[in-house]
């Protein structure tokens, strides 16, 4: 009944860094892009999450993606924010435990930061391959702002006592990398990504860096994850990112699916607080595009399967008991049960 075919999922990016390094500003940057230009299949939303198609990512990149010569082989990614502030550590975790890649913010004139630290040891731990955002560079004192543009033709243009002054900042944030134990230069000195870590200075706010941004993590993606991403089309996996009442819905969970497919009706494990929780999909909700909404209330959509990599709301009976950050396995054949509870319960 299953399909065996092999195809390529989309690989999750989770963007992590200090609070107001600018993570938010950023994805909303690269949405707001994707939207404006309005090309066919351009950004879409999830819940909890945000798809960008390779098309997109086109329209961002541009010219520069030439630069990559690589076939395209991924179709897009699935972008997740999460937040700095220090009381949300468990959510950084989790972003860090379904991440493939990761964005890492870091503010130009602050170099890294306590949260940035606490970051890196998570990716680190997960071995998740990472490109740091080094933002704000419209801040440097003296800088003109090419919105939109590629940083290697914003930064030629700059006056060379500024483009000093951005040097100094980067070769402090290196130093900083080199105490960690890591090799880190700007993106474009990088010869080898994999022993090398890529810094791309950019502002979320003018948008200039952000092509070069989207170049490495396609290149990061397309090079190193291949195989990763590699998968046969089967029964879904993932993670509950938050819990939430809606109205009229009761409690709801916002699942990553990083893996297979999962359908309404579908019998699912996942973890609550008295033990496992066994239960069946009741329904799997998206957000509506903007255009068909017909009331602030009229949010979602509900679709009949899900392919990973994706955001959802899931809807189903039990989630009030359920654990944020737990996994969630779906169920194909009812021998599994025992299995995934044993999985959930050791997590
Ligand atoms: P948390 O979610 O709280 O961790 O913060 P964040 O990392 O999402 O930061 P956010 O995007 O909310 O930005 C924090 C502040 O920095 C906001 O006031 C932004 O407008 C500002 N900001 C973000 N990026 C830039 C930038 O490139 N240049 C300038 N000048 N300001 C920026
Ligand atoms: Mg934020």
Redesign the pocket.
């Known amino acids: 009944e299953q399909q065996s075919q092999t195809f390529i999922r989309s690989p999750i990016v989770v ?1 992590l ?12 940057k690269i949405r707001g892009t994707a939207v404006a230009k309005r090309e066919p299949g351009t950004m879409t939303q999830h819940i909890g999450a945000s798809f960008l198609p390779w098309k997109a990512l086109e329209s961002i990149c541009g010219d520069l993606l030439n630069r990559i010569k690589a076939e395209i082989i991924i179709p897009g990614f699935l972008v997740i ?5 220090e009381a ?1 550590s468990n959510l950084r975790k989790r972003g860090g435990s379904i991440a493939d890649i990761a964005i890492l ?1 870091v503010d130009v004139q602050r170099g890294l930061e306590q ?1 940035t630290f606490e970051a890196i040891d998570i990716l680190r731990e997960r071995k998740v391959p990472f490109v740091v955002a080094v ?5 440097i004192p003296g800088w003109k702002s090419f919105p939109d543009k590629p940083f290697i033709e914003s930064f030629q243009k700059q006056e060379p006592s500024v483009q000093f002054r951005l040097e100094e900042f980067l070769s402090y944030i290196i130093q900083q990398f080199n105490s960690l134990g890591f090799r880190a230069d700007r993106y474009d000195r990088v010869r080898d990504f994999t022993k090398v870590l890529a810094l791309v200075p ?5 948008g200039e860096g952000v092509p070069d941004l989207m170049l490495v993590l396609a290149g990061l993606a397309q090079r190193y994850l291949k195989k990763r991403l590699e998968t046969k089309i089967s029964s879904g996996r993932g993670v509950l990112l938050e819990l939430k009442e809606e109205v009229g819905l009761g409690t709801t969970a916002t699942l990553i699916l990083y893996d297979g497919v999962i359908k309404r009706g579908d019998l699912v494990v996942t973890g609550g607080l008295n033990g496992p929780i066994v239960t069946r999909v009741r329904s799997l909700l998206m957000p509506k595009p903007l255009d068909e909404m017909r009331s602030p209330e009229d949010k979602f959509q509900e679709v009949k399967e899900v392919v990973a990599a994706a955001g959802v709301k899931l809807v189903a009976e039990g989630l009030e008991e359920a654990i944020a950050g737990a996994p969630l396995y779906v169920v194909t054949n009812e021998s599994e049960i025992e299995k995934f509870s044993k999985l959930v319960e050791e997590e």
């Open positions: 963007v860094g200090h609070v107001d390094a600018g993570k938010t500003t950023l994805l909303d924010d999460t937040p700095g502030h949300f913010v949260q933002n704000k560079i419209d801040r950019l502002s979320a706010l003018t």
